[in-house]
C-alpha cells in the first residue's frame, strides 16, 4: 500500500524513536501503517474526529492525512507520547490534526461527529466510551483482530470493513449513535 507523504514523515519519525520511546513492539512496522490506512480508508464522514489512545499514531495519523477535511484530534494521556505525536504533525505538515494530551474520560461529552480506536481498551468498553463522545448519527470505528463485534445500547452496526494484514484477518468496524 502506498503511503501519503504525511505517512512517510510519521514512519521515519517512528523508526527513529520507535525504541527509545516504547512506541510500537518488535518487528515491522510497515504492517501499523498498512493496518491503519485499510481501516480508514471507507470512512466517508466530516467534522471533528477523535482518535482515542492515540500512541504511536495509529490510525488518527492516516485518517488526517488521507481525509483532509476532517479535523482529528489525537487523544493521549502519556506525555513522552503526546509528544512523540507533536513532533510527527510538525515533520509531517499535518495541519488537520492536533493533540489532546489528556484522558478522554475528561473530554467534553456529544462532542465529536466521529471517534477511532485502535488498541485502546477491551472493545466493549472503547465503543461505550465512543457512544459518551458522539452527536447523536456520530460514527465510531474500532479497528478488530480476534473479538466479535461488542454491542452496546445507542450503538448501532452498520459496516464492517474487512482485509488482510500480513495474512491475518482485521476488521475496521463501524457503529452509529442512535437516540
Known amino acids: 500500500m502506498q503511503l501519503t507523504p504525511e505517512e512517510q514523515s ?8 520507535r525504541k527509545a520511546m516504547d512506541l510500537v513492539g518488535p518487528g515491522p512496522i510497515q504492517p501499523h501503517f498498512e493496518d491503519a490506512a ?21 490510525p488518527g495519523i492516516a485518517l488526517a492525512a488521507r481525509h483532509p477535511h476532517l479535523q482529528v484530534h489525537l487523544v493521549e494521556s502519556r506525555q513522552k507520547r503526546a509528544l512523540f505525536l507533536k ?9 488537520n ?7 478522554s474520560e475528561n473530554l467534553d461529552r456529544g462532542l465529536a461527529q466521529g471517534v477511532i480506536s485502535r488498541a485502546y481498551k477491551p472493545p466493549e ?29 445507542g450503538m448501532e ?15 475496521a468496524v463501524g457503529y452509529r449513535k442512535v437516540a
Open 125 to 153: 468498553h472503547a465503543l461505550t466510551e465512543a457512544r459518551n463522545l458522539l452527536q447523536i448519527s456520530g460514527i465510531a470505528v474500532l479497528l478488530l483482530a480476534k473479538h466479535e463485534e461488542p454491542t452496546v445500547d
Open 38 to 58: 485499510k481501516a480508514v480508508n471507507w470512512i466517508d464522514s466530516e467534522g471533528l474526529w477523535l482518535d482515542l489512545g492515540s500512541g504511536a499514531g495509529f
Open 97 to 103: 490534526a492536533k493533540i489532546l494530551h489528556q484522558r
Open 10 to 17: 510519521h514512519q521515519q519519525l517512528l523508526e527513529k524513536w
Open 87 to 95: 513532533q510527527v504533525l510538525q515533520a509531517a505538515q499535518i495541519q
Open 157 to 171: 452496526l452498520f459496516h464492517v470493513e474487512r482485509y488482510q494484514i500480513e495474512g491475518k484477518d482485521r476488521r
